[in-house]
């Protein structure tokens, strides 16, 4: 049982670029999350979902795009990389939204120059 | 809207201390208030997750507790060790909206 898994781990991306960034879980768990995680700034909802093929923007979803195919997998795409995006992303999931844990990911290190 | 605060952001004590750590929440309709550790340069670790029906939760060391109609939350850590020095997040969610974060409280115990 893995948890929640994440790659890459760090990534450089140029200005305009694009690149998306794997989720899975093996938990079976409905319930999916990504964030964004600043210095100083705590963690920031950018997209979420209740279920296979069900998605929902969040706190700072500007920038960004999500599917959800199967339960496992939640994928993060970045269409036009810009320097505000440097960031730590972290994906989580949980069970439901009434006992709501969350389990998170390591985590990828995202550096746009 | 939900905003969780925690107060210090930093903390430092001599190892072998008993410690609390303050959560702070303005909406008091919670379903549940989570405690988190991330280490540094790592993801976040769930600690203890207490439902709105009840007023604490105990994991070896370490024991949280809910007072909604105060909005508070503290984690108590017994016995500090070098070895709980992370950064401890809360965060409180209402249901069907989605975890809302405290900014942290980063603890050093030193040896």
């Known amino acids: 049982n893995a948890g929640v898994t994440q790659t890459p781990k760090f990534r450089i991306l140029k200005i305009g670029q694009s690149m998306t960034l794997q989720c899975t879980q093996d938990?079976?768990?409905?319930?999916m999350y990504w964030y964004r995680q600043d210095p100083g700034m705590g963690l920031k909802l950018i997209y979420y979902?209740?279920?296979?093929?069900?998605?929902d923007k969040g706190e700072v979803p500007n920038g960004y795009n999500v599917s959800r195919s199967t339960t496992e997998d939640f994928p993060l795409r970045l269409e036009l990389a810009a320097p505000s995006q440097t960031s730590v992303y972290f994906c989580?999931?949980?069970?439901?939204?009434?006992?709501?844990?969350?389990?998170f990911g390591p985590g990828t290190r995202l550096t746009v120059l | 809207k939900q905003e969780v605060t925690q107060i210090p952001a930093a903390l430092s004590v001599p190892e072998g201390e008993n410690l609390v750590l303050n959560c702070s929440f303005t909406?008091?309709?919670?379903?549940?208030l989570q405690w988190f550790r991330q280490d540094p340069g790592k993801g976040l670790t769930s600690l203890l997750l207490?439902?709105?029906?009840?007023r604490e939760q105990t994991s070896g060391r370490l024991n949280a507790s809910l007072d909604k109609s105060s909005g508070r939350s503290t984690l108590y850590i017994a016995a500090s060790q070098p070895g709980d020095s992370a950064t401890y997040l809360c965060?409180?969610?209402?249901?069907?909206?989605?975890?809302?974060f405290g900014k942290g409280t980063r603890l050093s115990v030193i040896a």
């Open positions: 207490i439902q709105s029906s009840q």
């Open positions: 989580a999931s949980s069970y439901s939204s009434s006992y709501n844990e969350q389990f």
């Open positions: 979902s209740v279920g296979a093929g069900i998605t």
């Open positions: 938990m079976n768990h409905n319930y």
């Open positions: 965060a409180a969610d209402s249901g069907n909206t989605p975890l809302v």
């Open positions: 909406d008091s309709a919670i379903y549940n």
